[in-house]
């Protein structure tokens, strides 16, 4: 982490104590508050009394000592049932286990798990070239960057699933950079139907969510974290591949001290990490355009739509005569 922030410091010309705290959200920098949870456990002592439904649902639960907070969410009862049996010993507290404070549940609602997901679509042929393409430097443990250019419905994401899916397989960790505008419910869901953890990382996130979500992704509970441009920090102990998609959107460059650009960043780590680097665009940047014509990078095309779907159809309107047939900017067409 000190070395990076020292590269990013000189890289461009920012204090670093500005580039520690772009590093690290506010809710990682917080100092740890922890409350202890009594685990409880059942004594098999009914006697002749008779459990209440609520009551039961707690006895079925606590078979194996399991924490109060947990029992309370799996079985949606009160305190007050567990309060009881406390009193009557028909359960008993045989320890305690740590929590942070700032979390109100023993998992972040922001980390979701899997439900399960479809067999892998087949891929097209320049699909499968540009997974191959990524899959070669996974697999030897080696650094490269690859950029996948292809047109808006050419199944670039399909290929990071792909990509995502090896990276677990082989018990590493995956960061997806996404613009923000991106971030959507959707986008979101199409990962989780997917893969075992997703952490999503987003500037809506309240200081204990995000402070939830590094210590998820640092212990290696979480598989996939996605994200925009801050995501690139997320402290990974496995990592294994990143991917930013629509590379070429300016969102991903910080406006204010220090003036990073997430693309950058994520070349620096994934070279030390000595991992994959995957950038997606219909419409690479010229930056990235040069990186590829002088070889440094790999460019995979993908020129056409999966389905041999057809683009859209585009028509040039003439619009001098506009006023004639329309009151407003947009052409009646």
Known sequence: MLELTGWMAD?????????????????????????????????????????????KKILDAAIQPTPLDVLLKETGVSRSVVNRLLRTGMIIESG??????????????????????????????????????????????THETIVLFGVTGSGKTEVYLQAVTETIARGQQAIVLVPEISLTPQTCDRFR??????????????????HDHWREIAAGRVSVIVGARSAIFAPAPRLG?????????????QATSPRYHARDV?????????????LGSATPSLETFARCLSGDWK?????????????????????????????GAISPR
């Open 11 to 55: 890289r461009w010309m920012a204090r670093r104590g500005d580039v520690l705290e772009a590093v690290l959200p506010a809710g990682v920098r917080l100092r740890r508050r922890v409350k202890r949870v009594p685990v409880l456990v059942v004594t098999g002592e009914q006697g002749n009394r008779r459990p209440t439904v609520n009551q």
């Open 96 to 141: 305690s286990i740590e929590r942070d404070s700032e979390s109100d549940s023993p998992e972040s609602d922001s980390v979701k798990h899997n439900v399960g997901g479809d067999e892998l679509p087949v891929l097209s042929v320049a699909q499968e070239k540009a997974l191959q393409a990524i899959l070669y430097p996974l697999q030897h443990g």
């Open 193 to 210: 139907s997917r893969f075992g953890k997703v952490a999503v990382l987003h500037s809506h996130l309240t200081p204990a969510e995000r």
């Open 241 to 253: 591949l990143i991917v930013i998609d629509e590379e070429h959107e300016n969102t991903f460059k």
């Open 266 to 278: 994520a070349e620096w780590i994934a070279q030390k990490e000595g991992v994959p680097l995957v």
């Open 299 to 327: 460019m995979c095309r993908m020129p056409e739509r999966v389905g041999e779907s057809e683009l859209p159809a585009v028509v040039t309107v003439d619009l001098r005569d506009r006023k004639s047939r329309s009151k």
